[in-house]
């Protein structure tokens, strides 16, 4: 069975730092398009980063630059989510989604497979 399971969410101060995971089980990540999407509360879902199947990185939201990286491991079917700076407008659930095909997307109904989420809090 298919399933993502994120992980690594959870309360941070203005200026720290969280890794997020993507956990992949039920097939092969290495053909797909991983993407990190946010949604805070009263707003739509956007997109964050995303990852080809090359490695190539796609950057949808422009206040995460320099701040927010994201990585692949193949072998562990697993995406991370390196937030660092993190500020209060970060504060969001954070979500992996896989697109079954190589290239990213921003577009939301591309990505075929959803994790539940985790929470990501910036509060002093």
């Known amino acids: 069975q298919l399933q993502l399971v994120e992980s690594g969410g959870g309360l941070v101060q203005p200026g720290g730092s969280l890794r997020l995971s993507c956990a992949v089980s039920?097939?092969?990540?290495?053909?797909?398009?991983v993407g990190w999407f946010r949604q805070a509360p009263g707003k739509e879902r956007e997109g964050v980063l995303c990852?080809?199947?090359?490695?190539?990185?796609?950057n949808y939201e422009n206040s995460v630059k320099g701040r927010f990286t994201i990585s692949r491991d193949n072998a562990k079917n697993t995406v991370f989510l390196q937030m660092d700076s993190l500020n209060p407008e970060d504060t969001a659930v954070y979500y992996c989604?896989?697109?079954?095909?190589?290239?990213?997307?921003?577009?939301?109904?591309?990505?075929?497979?959803w994790g539940r989420g985790t929470q990501v809090t910036v509060s002093s």
């Open positions: 989604a896989v697109r079954q095909a190589g290239a990213c997307s921003f577009y939301r109904p591309f990505y075929a497979y």
């Open positions: 039920g097939f092969t990540l290495d053909n797909y398009a």
């Open positions: 990852i080809n199947s090359s490695g190539g990185i796609a």
